[in-house]
């Protein structure tokens, strides 16, 4: 019985490894977007108060209506949480997806209201309003994004994975939404 139960066993992790050489390594997500000239970036932007990433729903693929949410940091292959910032104006910019080539966006039938959930969209520069953000000081040193339509910050809904990003009244102490810009 030893024998046979030996047999069987060899002959059982000798298909497991032939079915794993069958399978095709997995790829991590490319980068898509080029930059321009002048851009910077990529950045992982993280939330200083739950220290996650900034993260276009990988169920997306970055199409547009993609949603943007916090996620642990998964650098540094993980460009659906890269970003760069392509400068449009001396104090404004879009916000551009590594991954997908796609612009932050604040929908615009939302106006702007708080809690105004954001996505990412086809870029249309340079008067797509609510694709354009600035950077704000914080105390603690970290950065507010701030919409240039809506003058209202990037908020995480929650600190846990998964918690929407929207816009928010400006609140100058709350560490929620302040950010820090990561190259890599």
């Not at 024998?3 to 060899?10: A, D, Y």
């Not at 080029?34 to 199409?63: F, T």
């Not at 551009?96 to 209201?113: F, M």
Request: aromatic share 10%; hydrophobic share 35%; with cysteine.
């Amino acid at each position: 019985m030893n024998r046979w139960i030996r047999s069987v066993t060899r002959a059982g992790l000798g298909l497991v490894t032939l079915a794993a050489s069958l399978v095709m390594p997995a790829t991590a997500a490319s980068a898509n977007y080029v930059p321009a000239a002048g851009d910077w970036g990529p950045y992982y932007i993280v939330n200083n108060a739950n220290h996650r990433c900034l993260d276009a729903a990988a169920q997306g693929n970055g199409a547009n209506g993609t949603r943007i949410q916090i996620w642990d940091c998964y650098p540094p292959t993980q460009h659906n949480q890269m970003w760069y910032l392509h400068w449009l104006t001396d104090d404004s910019f879009e916000v551009i997806n590594d991954a997908s080539g796609t612009c932050l966006d604040a929908p615009a039938q939302w106006g702007g209201v708080d809690g105004t959930p954001l996505q990412l969209w086809d870029c249309y520069p340079p008067t797509q309003y609510n694709q354009m953000w600035s950077l704000k000081s914080m105390p603690d040193g970290g950065r507010r994004i701030q919409g240039v339509q809506s003058n209202r910050a990037l908020y995480p809904a929650g600190d846990g994975n998964g918690s929407t990003v929207q816009l928010l009244y400006v609140e100058t102490t709350d560490l929620r939404e302040s950010w820090t810009l990561v190259q890599y």
